[in-house]
C-alpha cells in the first residue's frame, strides 16, 4: 500500500509517496539529487517529471508533481 509521508528536508516540507520502507539517509540523498536536477523549481507546472537514480546498489524511479514526490525501488 503506498503511503504519504510528510518529510522535511533543507527547511521545505515534502510528501513522500512510497510503497516500502525507506532509510532517512536514502531519502535524503533522493531529495539531494532532485534539488541539483532543479525538480522543484517550477512547481507551478502542471505535468510531472521522471527521474531514475541509484544509491547503494538500489535502482530508484521517481516522479515528481510540484512537492509531492514518488518513489519507486526498482528490483
Do not use: Q, W
Not at 48 to 56: A, E, I, K, R
Not at 58 to 63: A, I, L, P
Amino acid at each position: 500500500m503506498l503511503e504519504k509521508i510528510p518529510f522535511l528536508h533543507r527547511d521545505r516540507a515534502y510528501n513522500i509517496i512510497v510503497e516500502e520502507d525507506l532509510s532517512f539517509e536514502e531519502t535524503h540523498y533522493i531529495l539531494d539529487c532532485l534539488l541539483e536536477d532543479g525538480a522543484f523549481e517550477t512547481l507551478d507546472d502542471v505535468s510531472s517529471d521522471l527521474y531514475t537514480l541509484s544509491y547503494n546498489g538500489k535502482t530508484y524511479t521517481v516522479g515528481v508533481d510540484g512537492l509531492d514526490v514518488v518513489i519507486m525501488i526498482n528490483h
